[in-house]
């Protein structure tokens, strides 16, 4: 670009266009913040990251470009590939690995920075406090992409059981003792070969040792706080190289996973250390000392639609189950001959509900419902006790009753979906298991309580045909 235009004005260019690209960053975020502008917002941000990936190419200090340009294709290729191939139901782990691939790029580049001052060329913004922020950002992103495999493997059902040892708390301290050293000395002082690669084989073990004792159940909080890391090691390495492109995008990522990963824990009321460090979701809790009365009571689709049919007011719980069986479609066809029949039906969604933050949320759009059908817990929990039919389509935790009644339940205190006050409850649900934290769930043996057993998509079929039968 010197070439074309003088050095001043070309430096000028390309900060306007860093800025332009912020702008586009932090706009599209916010759009993203509403299901209804979610998909311009996306478009926005993807505007910004084109508009900073081009004017890079003009920086005076770039000069790879057959390396870049063959980089920037063969990525784009896989991933619009993978994003094209991949079905809803993977959504989760897909976004965990693209999560773990951008804390991947973040140590990568603070590797590179790092080598230089190993062979003696320096930092390409020379400082301690670049220095001290490239070892930061080498580790935070290390974590975070090591953790993102984990949490894609566990997904993606490679690894099913968790994984705990005795003293493994007291390892993961020791590790994390030994790993803040060698940052001190990668930050500080003139360091070894040995050095440098030991801090990140520490890193990647602590990525993995933290995410493998961490059951299904907190996935969703899991994969925010994972976001949220890599956002920030983004952030870090953008000061390091003086890209404010990288700056504001790391900062803004970090800081929305960190506020969404907060949320999450509070829908939970659980802190993100109990997250970390606890057993909750492993199936290995312990039993409940609450004795559970009654037991589970089948019902037929066809007389469940009967009531379903006749009720006034209709509230849906979508979860796991539902993604699983792709069932979306056909419970937002059963909800319009419902709505046609003149019965008021919403559906109700818990923050935590799924295995991704938005989970459901994203599986209704798909289906096309619309937004204004749909509610979060704050704002639907009021209506259930004069609710005639809530339809829970294989949720389990945030719809047990045991957050409210049993103080030796691991979730206890987590706030709820109350369905078990509506009048009548059906649960589409595959067998009697107890889901995929392992956490028995009393709403299963209430009174107002039956089972409609089977795949969520052909029960929702049946429930269409019942309903279109009267």
Known sequence: MDGFLRPGLAHGLIQVSYFIAAILFISGLKKMSHPATAKGGI??????MVVATLITFAEPQMHNYLPM????????????????????????????????????????????????????????????????????????????????????????????????F?????????????????????ARTEFSVEEYVA???????????????????????????????????????????????????????????TLLT?????????????????GFGTGDDGASTMAVSGSMKAIDAADAAITM????????????????AQAQHKIWELVKILLEKGV????????????????????LAEA????????????????????????????NDVVNPAARKDTSSPIYGMPILDADKARNVFVIKRGQGTGFSGIENLLFFEDNTRMCYGDAQDVAQKLIAGVKAL
Do not use: C
């Open 43 to 48: 478009v926005r941000a993807g505007a910004g």
């Open 69 to 164: 340009t063959s980089a920037i294709f063969i990525g784009g290729v896989l991933a619009w590939w993978s994003g094209k191939r991949v079905a809803m139901t993977d959504m989760p782990q897909m976004i965990a690995l693209y999560n773990g691939m951008g804390g991947g790029a973040a140590a990568a580049i603070a590797a590179v920075e790092l080598l230089r001052v190993l062979t003696g060329d320096g930092l390409s913004h020379e400082s301690f406090a670049a220095r001290e922020l490239a070892v930061l950002g080498a580790l935070i992103g290390t974590v975070a992409f090591s953790g993102s495999l984990i949490a894609f493997a566990k997904l993606q059902g490679w690894m099913r059981k968790v994984r705990r």
């Open 166 to 186: 005795s003293g493994q708390q007291a390892l993961n301290a020791i590790l994390f003792l030994a790993l803040l050293v060698l940052g001190f000395l990668l």
């Open 199 to 257: 801090f990140f084989a520490i890193a990647l073990l602590i990525g993995v040792l933290m995410t493998i004792p961490i059951g299904g159940a907190d996935m969703p909080v899991v994969i925010s706080l994972y976001n949220a890391l890599t956002g920030l090691a983004v952030g870090f390495e953008g000061f390091v190289l003086q890209n404010p492109a990288m700056m504001i995008a790391g900062i803004v990522v970090g800081a929305a996973g």
């Open 262 to 278: 907060q949320l999450m824990a509070h829908a939970m009321n659980r802190p993100i250390s109990n997250v970390l460090f606890s």
């Open 309 to 324: 049919a006749y009720a006034e007011k209709v509230i849906i719980i979508p979860g796991y189950g539902m993604a699983v």
């Open 344 to 363: 008021k039906v919403s559906f109700a969604i818990h923050p935590v509900a799924g295995r991704m933050p938005g989970h459901m949320n994203v599986l």
């Open 368 to 395: 096309g419902v619309p937004y204004d059908l749909i509610y979060d817990l704050e704002d639907v929990n009021s209506q259930f006790p004069t609710t005639d039919v809530a339809l829970v389509i294989g949720a």
